[in-house]
């Protein structure tokens, strides 16, 4: 059964500061990986995908990266924002399709 | 173009009430996905459809929720009856593709949340 943890489960930092927000999973056998992030109250945003045989996607500020040999994803956000005070969670899929597990999150302050 | 839409935002029930939610998902998308997230967890998953069908249901608690997506777009999740370990927020999601390929990103709503007293 896969199982999805995030490290840390909260992080505050100030504004403008570069940080990693870690993903890690049981099963290696994923179809793809998804970060999103998610406003108190709103539903979830997607943020990146990334496919087995991809290594990282970068979208503006954000880079996620994906090792599956490791069972392990980062996201990377340069130069953080006020605005990017959300949860960020990630989510695998396995590779039938069926299956798509959310890890608990991780809670994201930045101060000003 | 339009995104997910839920209804209602916010319900507050008694216990062994029953209640209903409503999904759309985005126009052309074959896969709909209801989770439940309990307060300080992730999403799970409690049904998956593609077009009318269900692919998943295995964590669908069947004595009390059923859902259906009929003619292949909305959907409909219900709890009958309702306990207190119910309160969450119930997020509908939906992807272009599924079984037979596709993208499988999924575009959330803004989720039902629900209290159960």
């Known amino acids: 059964k896969q199982e999805v943890t995030q490290i840390p489960a909260a992080l505050s930092v100030p504004e403008g500061e570069n940080l990693v927000l870690n993903c890690s999973f049981t099963d290696s056998a994923i179809y793809n990986l998804q970060w999103f992030r998610q406003d108190p109250g709103k539903g979830l945003t997607s943020l990146l995908l990334?496919?087995?045989?991809?290594r990282e996607q970068t979208s503006g500020r954000l880079n996620a990266s994906l090792d599956k040999s490791s069972g392990r994803s980062t996201l990377y956000i340069a130069a953080s924002q006020p605005g990017d005070s959300a949860t960020y969670l990630c989510a695998v899929r396995d590779n039938y399709g069926q299956n798509f597990v959310f890890g608990p999150g991780t809670r994201l302050s930045v101060l000003p | 173009e339009a995104g997910v839409a839920q209804s209602p935002r916010y319900k507050i029930i008694e216990k062994r009430q029953s209640v209903a939610f409503w999904c759309n998902p985005i126009s052309g998308h074959a896969t709909l996905y209801w989770y439940q997230q309990i307060l300080g967890q992730g999403p799970k998953l409690l049904i998956q459809?593609?077009?009318?069908?269900?692919?998943?249901d295995s964590q669908l608690p069947k004595d009390r929720f059923s859902a259906e997506r009929l003619k292949g777009v909305d959907s409909t999740l219900k709890i009958q009856p309702a306990k207190l370990e119910d309160s969450a927020v119930y997020l509908c999601?939906?992807?272009?593709?599924?079984?037979?390929?596709?993208?499988?990103?999924?575009?959330f709503g803004p989720g039902t949340r629900l209290t159960v007293t």
């Open positions: 999601a939906s992807s272009l593709g599924g079984w037979t390929g596709g993208s499988y990103e999924q575009y």
């Open positions: 459809f593609q077009n009318n069908g269900v692919v998943d």
């Open positions: 990334i496919q087995s045989s991809q």
